[in-house]
């Protein structure tokens, strides 16, 4: 891939408009800014393959999570399934930050975050770099931990999870386990995030787990994200 190949992907998707998204920023009375989105979008959340990128995910993680954080003491823990190049994680970041409170991120990929390997990202055109080096214009970023693990394994550990984005392998049996644990480290009233639910298994899943009370939020016919408050 080219520079140009990336910047045509970049420039075509940043002129399209997601009213449905819009009006979820405005219930939720929170929405990212424009230009710090789209400038790490460019890097973070734009491939060049079949189809086209998006980066809606991350107007929808930032202005739930900044809702969420409005009513919540105290410090947060969260976890972003999914890490790929940090985009999801970066913009849970900046809810925590313009909320003003305290939290932790860990980000889990199958991906080891120390390899220097293909991501598909316009950083990597003069040579395949390290997440830590693909995310160093953002140095908020470093306050993230990143690593090496399944979404199952992660799940598994004890605590708290305040807030969780599910973006990893999009099988039913994968987010079937995912959803099922997940559930057993968080709350009422805590928020869980599901990404792809336009995928049949994904859906099914989440369909299923009777845990949350679910939102749908659908921009595209290709894209569907579903947005849980988990139950009392």
């Not at 819009?22 to 079949?50: H, N, S, Y």
């Not at 369909?207 to 921009?219: F, G, K, M, R, S």
């Amino acid at each position: 891939m080219t520079a140009d190949d990336y910047r045509r992907a970049f420039d075509g998707e940043r002129v399209q408009d997601y009213p449905v998204i819009d009006a979820f920023e405005a219930d939720c009375g929170a929405a990212i800014d424009r230009q710090k989105l789209e400038d790490a979008a460019r890097v973070l959340a734009c491939p060049v393959k079949t189809n086209p990128p998006n980066w809606q995910h991350g107007r929808v993680i930032y202005a739930a999570a900044r809702r969420y954080l409005t009513r919540v003491l105290g410090p947060v823990s969260c976890l972003d399934v999914g890490t790929a190049k940090g985009f999801s994680a970066l913009c849970l970041q900046w809810a925590i930050d313009d909320e003003g409170v305290n939290g932790e991120i860990l980000s889990v990929d199958v991906l080891e975050p120390s390899a220097r390997v293909k991501r598909n990202t316009v950083a990597e055109c003069d040579g395949f770099k390290t997440l830590a080096e693909t995310l160093a214009p953002w140095p908020e970023a470093s306050r993230i931990t990143f690593k090496a693990m399944t979404g199952v394994k992660a799940l598994t550990a004890p605590g708290r999870l305040h807030i969780a984005f599910i973006d990893g392998k999009h099988s039913y049996a994968a987010v079937k386990e995912e959803t099922a644990l997940l559930a057993k480290r968080q709350a009422p009233g805590d928020l869980a995030i599901f990404d792809d639910t336009q995928i049949e298994g994904v859906a099914q899943a989440v369909a299923e787990a009777p845990w949350w009370d679910v939102t749908y939020l659908q921009p595209l016919s290709s894209r569907r994200y579903a947005i849980g408050i988990r139950r009392g």
